[in-house]
Structure formats: C-alpha cells, structure tokens
C-alpha cells in the first residue's frame, strides 16, 4: 500500500518559517520525482516546488529565494522549508510523487499565515 504523508503545517505569523515533510512509504521513492503544490481557498492548485530523482530543483517563481525543497531518500523523505512567509501563502499544501505514468498524492497539510 502506497502512502504519502504531509506533516509539519500550521499556524504561523507573518514572517515566520515552516518546514514540512512528505513521508512516503510503499514505493521505491528515490526513483520518483517528487512535487510540492499548494492550494487556497477559491483559487486553483499551484505548483510550488519540484525534486527530480537526480536531485535538481525547480521553483515557482513566487516562491523563489523563499522556499528550499530537498529530500532524503534514506528517509523517503521530502521537505519544504518555507521562510519569510505571508499571508498569501496560506493554503493546503500536498505532495505528488510521480515516475512515468505513475504518481500519487498525499492528503496535504494545512498552512496558516495570519497574524
């Protein structure tokens, strides 16, 4: 049974920093590509960060110089660390691991940017 958890969301002021993970299990994770969305209230999915298997990085340029994905696959684990963050980045926000025509999602973890 393949499984990706969110954890690390919460409430946080204006400013401050959070750092999730998205734990997989079930899956030969250092294979997969592996993406961080985000999604607000009324708004559609945004991608927010992305890990290739080789380890390159890509970010929204929203987000750029803000947030740092990076993963450990001895963990088969991915993290976002989100810093200097604002009230417009309060969303949900999930996980998606993919390969080829293969991808999964995990249930997203919710983060609140209020003061």
């Known amino acids: 049974q393949v499984q990706l958890v969110e954890s690390g969301g919460g409430l946080v002021q204006p400013g401050g920093s959070l750092g999730l993970s998205c734990a997989a299990s079930?899956?030969?994770?250092?294979?997969?590509?592996v993406t961080w969305y985000r999604q607000a209230p009324g708004k559609q999915r945004e991608l927010v960060a992305v890990?290739?298997?080789?380890?390159?990085?890509n970010y929204a340029d929203s987000v750029k110089g803000q947030f740092a994905i990076s993963r450990d696959n001895a963990k088969n684990t991915v993290y976002l660390q989100m810093n200097s963050l604002k009230t417009e980045d309060t969303a949900v926000y999930l996980c998606?691991?993919?390969?080829?025509?293969?991808?999964?999602w995990g249930q997203g973890t919710q983060v609140t940017v209020s003061s």
């Open positions: 890990i290739t298997n080789a380890g390159t990085t």
């Open positions: 079930g899956i030969v994770f250092r294979l997969y590509t």
């Open positions: 998606h691991a993919y390969m080829g025509t293969t991808n999964y």
